[in-house]
């Protein structure tokens, strides 16, 4: 199965800060590759699909670029609602297995 | 608006079944697209349980495939997921969520556009 790798594990940042977090998969799959964002307690948020495409809804302050086996996800400016877990997804291969990356905590500096 | 709710027992034996149930409203599940489950154990990272289409064809994790089995019901408008011979390593918050969105007339079927709020399992005696 293809594995997803995220880097940093956690991050302290301000509001305001221009973040990026990176994912790589330990073998290419073009752009099939999506974002999302989690807060505790509740369900993960879809935020970019297709490895650039924001999802409808979602603040144009993120963005997210890449392809093959290496990805990232930019939050222009933080804002203070921002602060969460992310997670990278792959979906390379039909049938599936789909997987996750490990996630990055983004916490308040 | 499409919405997704989870049900079923919350606490459940070790080598018994964990049967839970998503409730789907504001899209008939017989139009289309996939339904899956992803859980996701105390203070860990997402783990995907598998996928059914509308017609009821199958997609399993691996790691999970000989212990799992997925169904779907239209006529209910639900779809429903079975693991069995459970131990506390299946402890986790389960997730149901809706797989694949068309738009423009273009069609993406790898991400996960809409989710229930998960219910906790917890696998003890």
């Known amino acids: 199965a293809i594995q997803l790798t995220q880097s940093p594990s956690s991050l302290s940042a301000s509001v305001g800060d221009r973040v990026t977090i990176t994912c790589r998969a330990s073998?290419?799959?073009?752009?099939?590759l999506a974002w999302y964002q989690q807060k505790p307690g509740k369900a993960p948020k879809l935020l970019i699909y297709?490895?650039?495409s924001l999802e409808s809804g979602v603040p144009s302050r993120f963005s997210g670029s890449g392809s093959g086996t290496d990805f990232t996800l930019t939050i222009s400016s933080l804002q203070p609602e921002d602060f969460a877990t992310y997670y990278c997804?792959?979906?390379?291969?039909?049938?599936?297995?789909?997987?996750f990356g490990q996630g990055t905590r983004l916490e308040i500096k | 608006q499409v919405q997704l709710q989870e049900s079923g027992p919350g606490l459940v034996k070790p080598s018994e079944t964990l049967s839970l149930t998503c409730a789907v409203s504001?899209?008939?599940?017989?139009?289309?697209?996939?339904w899956g489950w992803i859980r996701q154990p105390p203070g860990k990272g997402l783990e995907w349980i598998g996928s059914i289409f509308h017609s009821g064809s199958t997609y399993y994790n691996p790691s999970l495939k000989s212990r799992l089995s997925m169904s779907v019901d239209t006529s209910k408008n639900q779809f429903s997921l079975r693991l069995n011979s459970v131990t506390a390593a299946d402890t986790a918050v389960y997730f149901c969520?809706?797989?694949?969105?068309?738009?423009?007339?273009?069609?993406?079927?790898?991400?996960?556009?809409?989710w229930g709020q998960g219910t906790l399992v917890t696998v003890s005696s």
């Open positions: 297709d490895a650039s």
């Open positions: 969520a809706r797989r694949g969105y068309c738009t423009g007339g273009s069609c993406f079927w790898g991400y996960f556009h809409h």
């Open positions: 997804q792959q979906f390379n291969s039909f049938p599936p297995p789909i997987t």
């Open positions: 504001g899209y008939s599940i017989g139009s289309g697209y996939f």
């Open positions: 073998q290419g799959i073009s752009s099939a």
